[in-house]
């Protein structure tokens, strides 16, 4: 059994900056696939990053240069560093992983950049 639960939302202004966790139960962590996915209001819940076991990472190109996906495997905790948040960052931030053909996600947490 996974389970992943979000933390470290909240309201920021534009420009701002916040680091959102997933902390990972299990001893699956070490060796998935983590990612975070968004889901704004009226829209489709996007892939934002993904980082392998191996270390490597990619980016929604829109998040590019701002956001930063790290995952400490000790701790069994993925991270996300947002930084030069826009407006249209907002939304529900969501951790995810498969495992032996399950996906699983965790409840989310809510992002929201307004001045």
């Known amino acids: 059994q996974v389970q992943l639960v979000e933390s470290g939302g909240g309201l920021v202004h534009p420009g701002g900056s916040l680091r959102l966790s997933c902390a990972a139960s299990g001893s699956m962590f070490s060796r998935s696939v983590m990612r975070w996915y968004r889901q704004a209001p009226g829209k489709q819940r996007e892939l934002v990053a993904s980082a392998t076991s191996s270390g490597v990472t990619d980016y929604l190109n829109s998040v590019k240069g701002r956001f930063t996906i790290s995952r400490d495997d000790a701790k069994n905790t993925l991270y996300l560093q947002m930084n030069s948040l826009k407006p249209e960052d907002t939304a529900v931030y969501y951790c995810?992983?498969?495992?032996?053909?399950?996906?699983?996600w965790g409840r989310g947490t809510q992002v929201t950049v307004s001045s």
């Open positions: 995810n992983t498969d495992w032996r053909g399950l996906g699983y």
